[in-house]
């Protein structure tokens, strides 16, 4: 069966970093475009960023642009968050998801499965 | 950026009664809407997908319907475990946005 354990989070001081990782099995995660999506306390998910199959096209919210840096090694079947100049809106679970598309349609992706999360808490 | 709306913010409902969500989007999004579902401590879940076919595994209760901007997230008959908070999205755009999630409370 799909599953997504994330690892790497934890307390970090404002202006920090920190990497995350999310190991994923029971499917071939080559075949995937893969994403991060967080929840900050007391509020909504937020789309972090995806990265293509490959490896060669990734994206980003604004919010962290310039920031954060998702990667992939699909010989070790990983996803990986490097999270730089950390600042206390970025406190939130993170979460990494699979990225599958509708067959033949264009670009009419969905997120079909889901890690635990993992808390980042920024804090002095 | 594409803003996707949800309403109502909360809700509360009964085991047993009909529920309906919406979510609007800022500008028109075909059918590239999700939904999915989220229980606090636990991974969120895909419940619709392409805005009204249903995920595998998913109870037929759950539906999904609209095209362009406005849909619904349809609940037929509320069951204990369906009290959640209740999350579109949308995969028109390389943002993916959420919207602001809608609660449902056990009345």
């Known amino acids: 069966q799909v599953q997504l354990v994330e690892s790497g989070g934890g307390l970090v001081k404002p202006g920090g970093s920190l990497r995350l990782s999310c190991a994923a099995s029971?499917?071939?995660?080559?075949?995937?475009?893969m994403s991060w999506v967080r929840q900050a306390p007391g509020k909504g998910l937020e789309w972090v960023s995806y990265?293509?199959?490959?490896?060669?096209?990734?994206y980003y919210a604004d919010s962290v642009k310039g920031r954060f840096t998702i990667s992939r090694d699909n010989a070790k079947n990983s996803l990986y968050l490097q999270m730089n100049s950390l600042g206390a809106e970025d406190t939130a679970v993170y979460y990494c998801?699979?990225?599958?598309?509708?067959?033949?349609?264009?670009?009419?992706?969905?997120?079909?499965?889901w890690g635990q999360g993992m808390l980042v808490t920024v804090s002095s | 950026d594409i803003q996707m709306t949800q309403s109502p913010s909360s809700l509360s409902a009964s085991v047993g009664d009909r529920v309906t969500i919406t979510c609007r989007a800022s500008?028109?999004?075909?059918?590239?809407l999700n939904w999915y579902q989220h229980k606090p401590g636990k991974a969120p879940k895909l419940l619709i997908y392409?805005?009204?076919r249903l995920q595998s595994g998913v109870p037929s209760r759950f539906s999904g319907s609209g095209s362009g901007t406005d849909f619904t997230l349809t609940i037929s008959s509320l069951q204990p475990e369906d009290f959640a908070t209740y999350y579109c999205?949308?995969?028109?755009?390389?943002?993916?946005?959420f919207g602001q999630g809608t609660k449902l409370e056990i009345k």
């Open positions: 998801a699979r990225v599958s598309l509708l067959p033949y349609s264009y670009g009419m992706y969905y997120f079909d499965y």
């Open positions: 029971g499917f071939t995660f080559s075949d995937y475009y």
């Open positions: 990265i293509s199959s490959s490896g060669n096209t990734m």
């Open positions: 500008q028109t999004i075909s059918s590239y």
């Open positions: 392409v805005a009204s």
């Open positions: 999205q949308e995969s028109h755009s390389p943002s993916y946005t």
